[in-house]
């Protein structure tokens, strides 16, 4: 298997991967999603591949950091304002 990021998958594959992530049934995933998941050896039957949790634990760590990041440079923008 070639290394995959997050930003390699479609939209319907970080989807796929966050509801079997969650312990969804793998049915409410987008079937050409879960196949092409399956062939880059992301889901081994109907769960998530080692690989494929640490995808989504960085994505999910990424989007965390960017949140916090932006609301700090917020905070010192109003900061800066209000002086």
Known sequence: ??????????????????????GISPELCNAAAFLALRRAGLVRGSHL???????RHDAILEKLQMSVEGSTTTSVARKNRTR
């Open 1 to 22: 298997m070639t290394d995959i990021s997050w930003t390699d998958l479609n939209s319907a594959e970080q989807h796929a991967i966050a509801v079997l992530g969650a």
């Open 49 to 55: 591949t080692a690989k494929a949790e640490q995808l």
